[in-house]
């Protein structure tokens, strides 16, 4: 069960990895993004989605929830930006962190 768990985080982190290293919707030739904003990336997708995987694996309830608050204002960002497009899923994926430690206390109760 923790694998599949472990399926937004890791949808988070490829997904960041693409928006800021291999963007389809940046022209060719062109850097993507700028130092600034890739550490920004970094800061605010990456490692509160490392947080994730490493609450799922702790069960720490607390962790999760302060990813999720820390990811969701540029999830919410970059999923709303540009409808329809590949960084919607940033909508999805964050939203699941939101769902898991629900999830995981109603399997607890039976």
């Not at 995987?53 to 999720?68: D, H, Q, Y």
């Not at 409808?83 to 939101?98: C, D, K, Q």
Request: glycine share 6%; hydrophobic share 60%.
């Amino acid at each position: 069960m923790r694998l599949v768990l472990l399926l937004a985080p890791a949808g988070t982190i490829a997904l960041a990895l693409m928006f800021m290293y291999a963007n389809p919707y940046a022209e060719h030739g062109v850097s993507p993004l700028n130092a600034s904003t890739i550490a920004i990336a970094y800061l605010l997708l990456i490692l509160p989605a490392l947080a994730v995987a490493a609450s799922i694996v702790l069960r720490s309830r607390r962790l999760k929830w302060l990813s999720f608050c820390a990811s969701l204002p540029v999830g919410l960002y970059l999923g709303l930006a540009g409808v329809p497009s590949l960084w919607t899923l940033f909508l999805l994926f964050i939203g699941l962190y939101a769902f898991i430690p629900v999830y995981r206390s109603t399997l607890r109760k039976g």
